[in-house]
């Protein structure tokens, strides 16, 4: 009797497994970025350690017929790093250091590697990162797939920082690129959100850890570009520039706080050298989140912001690598009924004020969340295939919040399609690694040469192994 009762317990376990399993392949496994808004069912996520992990992700990928989507940090948000039924490699834990070159500032990491990580390396040899997003938190492969840029207003995108790569292609085999070596790849695969092959290890150039002086000042939106124009653009002693435009109901994008970072020949105060930990956590979390909910708390926040973080009306001394890893952990937000996402408009410096008018009007027309806004300078970019600066341009980056229901997803494309609209008439663009709210022939008026994008691509990787949400969108 116990015989029979420990075989049917054990037939009932396998019974078990083979059940779950069905269950489980049925229900896939779910990706998804940061903005929560672009859940999707893949065939697998392989966690990257090592190159072979990569060449076997490839050759399984060719056994069963799927494709292969690459992810950093995903805070990319719009399927950039996934399609339905993908493999998708998870780069972030491979992430070594590899090598630093003191004598040529030349760092060599894996492309996991955060910003957080070269800072806390490079530190202590005196060393900064030339191009990075306004925070650390991202992946260095994430951030050349995307071609970010950053606030030193002296560089443009990433792209003119990079040494060289190595690119993993479709078939496992790996190449060198650089600007001599496969030099058509090197503008495309920076920018290429991952479609042209994986990136396997980048050489990055480093400057100098400088001490900068902060001095905030507040304007009225109106006199930014003349501001601008002659304080900050071609002055050879601004290492850091940014800015932001109130949120606030009370101003709501008419004032503007610049904050340039001046540098300053001042080495003697060591302990300005000393890396900053993310502080203040619950403080920011608790004013962002009142914020979020209310005018009253937009007016408040606002009103503290330009007091205790840009700090107008005092001086702050702060090395480069302090300045460029500012407070971002108080952002993580999980709400079941909304979220928050990011949009960035690229314009020309001359149609700021005519932009920000028209941009005012769709925010209260729409009854939009705006959470911030900020402004950087982009120059002219004449490297990359798919160039967003397409002259000197002002970036403004918005961070709003929106909600999860189909309805209020259907009222945020209809109002970024808006927004998209005013900066292409204003000779502008918009950023590629958000939702993909922007309609195909937007996306082709902001980037023109998508189509030979496309070509490229498909001689690059004739089987187009690498897939992801953005591309299927947009190709067809
Ligand atoms: C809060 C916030 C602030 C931001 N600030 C800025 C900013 O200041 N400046 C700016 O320019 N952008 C900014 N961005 C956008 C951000 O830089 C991009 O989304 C960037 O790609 C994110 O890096 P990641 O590590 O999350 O990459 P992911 O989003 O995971 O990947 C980005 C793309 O790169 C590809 N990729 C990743 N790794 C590899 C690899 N090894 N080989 C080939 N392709 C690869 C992916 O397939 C994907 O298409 C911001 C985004 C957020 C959410």
Redesign the pocket.
Do not use: C
């Given at each position: 009797m116990k015989e029979i009762w420990d075989r049917m317990r054990i037939i009932s376990f396998f019974l078990f497994l083979i059940i779950s399993n069905v269950a489980f392949a049925e229900k896939g496994i779910v990706f998804n970025?940061?903005s929560r808004l672009n859940p999707t069912v893949v065939y697998k996520i392989v966690k990257v350690h090592r190159i072979q992990d990569i060449q076997n992700a490839l050759q399984e990928a060719r056994i069963k017929g799927v494709k292969v989507?690459?992810?950093?940090?995903?805070?990319?948000?719009g399927g950039?790093?996934s399609c339905v039924n993908c493999i998708v490699l998870d780069?972030f834990e491979f992430n070594d250091i590899i090598s630093l070159d003191t004598q040529n500032k030349i760092i060599e990491v894996q492309?996991g590697a955060t910003w957080e990580q070269i800072q806390d390396y490079v530190n202590p040899y005196g060393y900064a990162i030339k191009v990075m997003?306004?925070?650390n938190v991202?992946?260095v492969?994430?951030?050349?797939?995307?071609d970010?840029?950053?606030n030193d207003p002296s560089y443009g995108t990433i792209i003119e920082t990079v040494k060289s790569f190595h690119l993993m292609k479709a078939d496992g085999s790996v190449i060198k690129v650089s600007r001599e070596e496969n030099s058509e790849l090197f503008n495309i695969?920076i920018g290429g959100?991952?479609l042209l092959?994986?990136?396997?290890d980048i050489d990055l150039e480093l400057t100098d850890n400088v001490i900068y002086v902060m001095k905030s000042e507040v304007m009225d939106y109106t006199a930014f570009p003349n501001y601008f124009n002659t304080r900050i653009l071609g002055n050879k002693n601004v290492g850091l520039f940014s800015a932001k435009l109130s949120n606030a109901p009370d101003s709501l994008l008419k004032q503007v706080v610049s904050s340039p970072y001046i540098k300053v020949n001042d080495k003697r105060n060591k302990s300005l050298f000393k890396l900053h930990k993310e502080s203040w956590l619950v403080f920011n979390k608790f004013f962002f989140g009142l914020s979020r909910k209310s005018g009253w708390g937009k007016n408040l926040r606002w009103c503290l912001e330009k007091f205790f973080v840009a700090k107008v009306g005092r001086t702050e001394y702060i090395c480069r690598n302090n300045a460029m890893r500012p407070m971002?952990k108080f952002?993580d937000y999980y709400s079941p009924k909304n979220t928050d996402i990011?949009q960035?408009y690229f314009i020309p410096i001359d149609k700021f004020v005519e932009f920000v008018d028209g941009l005012r009007k769709i925010i209260k027309d729409k009854g939009v969340n705006l959470l911030s806004i900020t402004i950087r300078y982009v120059p002219h970019d004449t490297r990359s295939f798919l160039p967003y600066a397409k002259s000197n341009v002002f970036s403004l980056?918005l961070y709003i919040n929106q909600g999860l229901n189909a309805e209020q997803v259907k009222q945020a494309q209809m109002w970024t399609r808006e927004m998209v609209d005013l900066a292409l008439s204003a000779g502008g663009t918009y950023?590629l690694?958000y939702q993909l709210y922007p309609t195909k022939e937007q996306l082709l008026n902001a980037y023109p040469n998508f189509n030979e994008f496309i070509e490229k691509k498909r001689t690059y990787d004739p089987g187009s192994v690498f897939m992801?949400r953005?591309y299927m969108q947009y190709s067809n």
């Open positions: 970025d940061v989507s690459i992810a950093g940090k995903r805070h990319s948000q950039q790093q780069m492309p997003q306004a925070s991202f992946t492969g994430g951030s050349l797939g995307s970010i840029h950053g695969v959100y991952g092959g994986v990136i396997t971002i952002l990011l960035e980056v950023y690694p992801n953005f």
